[in-house]
């Protein structure tokens, strides 16, 4: 299996941006879909994000879309989620995961390996 290491997030106003990165090793990150999920306290894990291997088509959540985007380095084995307008709603505990399916996978139990959290705090 392909072993996530997350960096980035922390603590910003809401409005602001935070930019967070999940590089892989063990294996080569294009083989993979990768997503980008949350879980905030009492909520259960809700997916946020997604770009798919091969294709490289990327898929938001409705709660998301226009403010976050995904991306992926194969170069550096790094996927990012680039997180603009940030708000208050938005604060959790951000994963990343990766699977080898070939189409949009948005459930956590399609995710097999996943990284080691990163708290995002939106505060007003």
């Known amino acids: 299996q392909v072993q996530l290491v997350q960096s980035g997030g922390g603590l910003v106003q809401a409005g602001g941006s935070l930019r967070l990165s999940c590089e892989a090793s063990?294996?080569?990150?294009?083989?993979?879909?990768m997503g980008w999920f949350r879980q905030a306290p009492g909520k259960e894990r809700e997916f946020v994000a997604a770009?798919?291997?091969?294709?490289?088509?990327?898929y938001y959540a409705d709660s998301v879309k226009g403010r976050f985007t995904i991306s992926r380095n194969n170069a550096k084995n790094t996927v990012i989620l680039q997180m603009n307008s940030l708000k208050l709603e938005d604060t959790a505990v951000y994963y990343c995961?990766?699977?080898?399916?070939?189409?949009?996978?948005?459930?956590?139990?399609?995710?097999?390996?996943w990284g080691q959290g990163t708290q995002v705090t939106v505060s007003s």
């Open positions: 995961a990766a699977n080898q399916f070939d189409g949009l996978r948005n459930k956590a139990s399609d995710f097999g390996s």
């Open positions: 063990g294996r080569t990150l294009s083989a993979y879909s």
């Open positions: 770009v798919i291997r091969w294709s490289g088509s990327t």
